[in-house]
């Protein structure tokens, strides 16, 4: 797209819906989710390759780091992952809480109890050590009953400066 809006180009082809478009830390490629992958392409379109297989509505938040992409989990447990921008397995980034947590329950409610993770929207990187990544809320047939703030264990590296700008512009234009 020119910088006045015109010249738009669909960048990929597939029929599924394409989601999450996050710029590179250098400009030179776009991660993307389509059909159950992370993937990317190049700002013309070409050349596009699967980083990595998501299970459906996986990502909630997706962000670049230096050399890889951070995303966090909107199904299941609450997770923190890291995979390489050149692809390969993802990995666990260690995220939990400053101290164990504890909740009596009446006896035989245990089955009954619903553990959900929001994530912290949006996610950006650089994260910290110790910054919050979400909340973990747990309910009780169906009324809340506890909230935890849930932080990162390790440290995920800042993008680029060209990366860090790209992402604050894309940020202003989702909040309006």
């Known amino acids: 797209m020119d910088a006045d809006g015109t010249g738009t180009k669909q960048l990929t082809s597939d029929k599924d819906s394409e989601t999450?478009?996050?710029w590179s830390p250098d400009g030179r490629s776009i991660a993307f989710i389509a059909n159950n992958q992370l993937r990317r392409t190049t700002p013309k379109g070409d050349d596009v390759t699967t980083i990595c297989d998501v299970v459906p509505r996986q990502i909630a938040s997706m962000a670049w780091g230096a050399g890889h992409i951070v995303f966090t989990g909107a199904d299941g447990p609450p997770m923190l992952w890291r995979v390489p921008e050149t692809g390969g397995a993802?990995?666990?980034?260690?995220?939990g809480f400053v101290a164990d947590r504890y909740l009596t329950l009446p006896k035989g409610k245990a089955d009954k109890l619903v553990v959900t993770m929001q994530a912290q929207e949006p996610l950006v990187a650089p994260i910290s050590r110790a910054q919050r990544v979400g909340t973990v809320k747990v309910a009780l047939e169906g009324k809340p009953v506890a909230e935890f703030p849930m932080i990162a264990l390790e440290e995920v590296e800042p993008a680029s400066f060209f990366g860090r700008t790209w992402d604050t512009v894309r940020l202003w234009f989702r909040k309006g």
Do not use: H, I, S
């Not at 993802?90 to 995220?95: G, I, L, P, R, Y």
């Open 90 to 95: 993802k990995q666990e980034v260690n995220a």
């Open 20 to 22: 999450r478009p996050t």
